[in-house]
């Protein structure tokens, strides 16, 4: 039997972008920028005080081919064992989904923002429970750890600049974030040594 060459093509170009993801979740490699929304009342400056660069977000949740995304970022999760390189995925992905926040608000889609953010805070309590998993292994996870601060800096700092920005009815949801943001913080201090 002859395989269509549109099924082949397809899974070929989904193995690439598996074995491009699976570089960037072990670390081999780099992909990181920060969008700086155009609008005048969120100048890059007001970025600029946090250096930690978030990851370039990709498909964004607005594409008809999210659905693919979403479904290899959690096959890729699946299978990552090590509680340390799952801390390290699932704290990228956190910052991939606050980065496509801020890319939605250039689009002006108010209503997808809270949303994306809010997975990416899931996925931020996700990388606590693996550190913490990970120091009861006995693992050296100090250098995530200093990760999730200056990240969880960076959350609140955009979180507060897009609730300024955006609309008043979709503010109350990015105040909820900023809670969480906070009480993400309060996680991630007890984390760390005394």
Do not use: C
Not at 5 to 22: E, G, R
Not at 58 to 79: I, N, Q
Request: cysteine-free; charged content about 25%.
């Amino acid at each position: 039997m002859r395989t269509p060459i549109w099924i082949l093509s397809f899974f070929i170009i989904f193995i690439s972008v598996q074995v491009s993801v699976v570089k960037i979740a072990f670390g081999t490699e780099q992909a990181t920028t920060t969008a700086i929304p155009s609008e005048t009342n969120l100048s890059p400056t007001i970025f600029a005080t946090n250096e930690y660069q978030l990851p370039y977000p990709g498909v964004l949740p607005d594409s008809p081919l999210y659905l693919l995304k979403a479904t290899r970022d959690k096959l890729v999760s699946f299978l990552i064992s090590d509680p340390a390189k799952k801390a390290e995925f699932s704290l990228r992905e956190s910052d991939k989904r606050l980065n496509a926040g801020l890319y939605l608000y250039q689009k002006k889609k108010y209503s997808l923002i809270v949303t994306t953010i809010s997975k990416g805070e899931n996925y931020f309590e996700e990388a606590v429970g693996k550190v913490e998993e990970g120091k009861r292994q006995g693992q050296d996870v100090q250098y995530i750890i200093d990760k999730m601060v200056l990240s969880l800096e960076k959350h609140k700092q955009v979180i507060d600049t897009l609730r300024d920005g955006m609309p008043k009815e979709y503010q109350s949801g990015l105040e909820l974030l900023d809670k969480r943001a906070v009480s993400l913080q309060g996680k991630v201090s007890k984390l760390s040594p005394k």
